[in-house]
């Protein structure tokens, strides 16, 4: 018997500080939607944002996309480390500078706690460079165990975020 795939609204946080940070949004936001199984849904502005974490490293520019996707949450995540690795990610010091991070924000409503993966992602709810664009796209939202999105920016003030 022939099932269709059940699609599953996601949420993907974009960031980059290295190499021409808006340019990395840009490709790594097509890389994203020409995955067989993913389609785009929306896309924030790009947004400039100081350094969570260690200050010795430059500003970053952060984005939010929403997507369907047919793939399960662990495929989702193997086909965006894939990216990141694509575009010369590199893991080496922990909360240092990177070409490309990929996260996965939401999927669905669902709560995910595997070792490789959390969802809600861990921190999604105190950082501004995630709500704001976030709102943006989907004012509406609920973050499952979290609250009302709109809830969770009232209590996360603007710290230099910019919109570009
Ligand atoms: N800080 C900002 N502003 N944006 C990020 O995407 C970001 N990502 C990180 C750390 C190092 C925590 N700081 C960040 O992983």
Redesign the pocket.
């Known amino acids: 018997m022939h099932t269709t795939p059940t699609k599953v609204i996601a949420y993907i946080g974009l960031?980059s500080n290295l190499e021409n940070p808006s340019e990395q949004i840009h490709s790594a936001r097509a890389a994203i939607a020409a995955v067989t199984g993913i389609a785009e849904q929306g896309f924030s502005s790009l947004y400039h944002?100081?350094?969570?974490?260690p200050q010795d490293q430059p500003d970053?520019v952060?984005a939010v996309m929403a997507v369907t996707t047919e793939l399960s949450p662990l495929e989702l995540l193997r086909a965006l480390q894939a990216i990141e690795n694509s575009h010369g990610r590199v893991r080496a010091e922990r909360?240092?500078a990177?070409t490309l991070?990929l996260d996965i924000l939401l999927y669905g409503e669902q709560v995910i706690e595997l070792p490789d993966l959390t969802i809600p992602h861990i921190g999604m709810t105190e950082r501004e460079?995630v709500l704001y664009p976030l709102h943006e796209i989907a004012p509406q939202l609920d973050i499952p165990n979290k609250g009302k999105l709109v809830e969770l920016l009232e209590h996360c003030p603007l710290a230099g975020l910019k919109r570009l």
């Open positions: 960031g944002s100081a350094p969570m974490g970053y952060n909360w240092g990177r991070d460079f």
